[in-house]
């Protein structure tokens, strides 16, 4: 058996967003997401409380962690990991990380890396995981590839490992400042295409963090 996770990135930069990742999980396209704690507010509070649902249904939700480079990143850790707990009121399956800017990425990364093993909780392989709880290999950013790069990808995955892909989907957002605005529609179109594609392959089950 291959396992394979789709994650959603970005749940809570917007309320657009959050209802095309929710329509995903629904459809069982995908299997996880991750949520930018700090950006949820009180429009989101249905969507949250489909998210909390859905849990129970075996999806994966996770923190994407913001980090500002200037601040103490353990502390910055600790703030986003304790405002999940209160927004869901139960412990996120796994951890990724998301920084505009890259100068301490690494460094951040090992931080997060070194918190979730503190607590048996996964992080995203970002190739410099070496001991805690992730897939097998390193995570494939699908956003900046083309569907056949894609395809390569999932041609490629090799028996009892385990992969993720990640996509952002949703739909353009005119309030939105996130880079990946106009992207976010090719990648629902993306994530029905690997669905597609991945029928072919009966041996690559689709899974969620909570199935690592």
Not at 53 to 63: A, H, Q
Not at 143 to 152: A, F, G, K, P, R
Not at 163 to 192: A, M, Q, T
């Amino acid at each position: 058996m291959i396992k394979l996770i789709i994650n959603a990135d970005d749940f809570g930069h917007s309320v657009i967003f959050n209802t095309e990742i929710i329509k995903l999980l629904k459809e069982g396209k995908i299997k996880s997401t991750t949520v930018m704690v700090n950006r949820v507010d009180y429009k989101q509070d249905k969507q949250i409380e489909e998210l909390k649902t859905l849990r129970k249904k075996d999806t994966s939700i996770g923190i994407h962690f913001e980090m500002d480079e200037n601040g103490n990143l353990k502390s910055q850790i600790e703030q986003q990991y304790s405002l999940f707990l209160n927004i869901f009121g139960f412990s996120p399956s796994h951890f990724d990380i998301h920084m505009p800017k890259y100068r301490l990425m690494e460094k951040a990364a090992v931080e997060i890396i070194n918190f979730g093993n503190e607590r048996g909780i996964a992080v995203r392989n970002l190739g410099i995981n070496k001991i805690g709880k992730h897939t097998s290999e390193k995570a494939f950013f699908a956003t900046n590839h083309s569907i056949e790069e894609i395809y390569d990808y999932i041609k490629n995955m090799e028996e009892g490992k385990s992969y993720e892909i990640i996509v952002h989907p949703g739909r353009f957002d005119p309030e939105s400042k996130s880079s990946l605005n106009k992207e976010r529609e090719k990648d629902i179109e993306k994530v029905n295409l690997i669905n597609e594609k991945i029928r072919s392959y009966p041996e690559i089950k689709l899974i969620s963090y909570l199935n690592l």
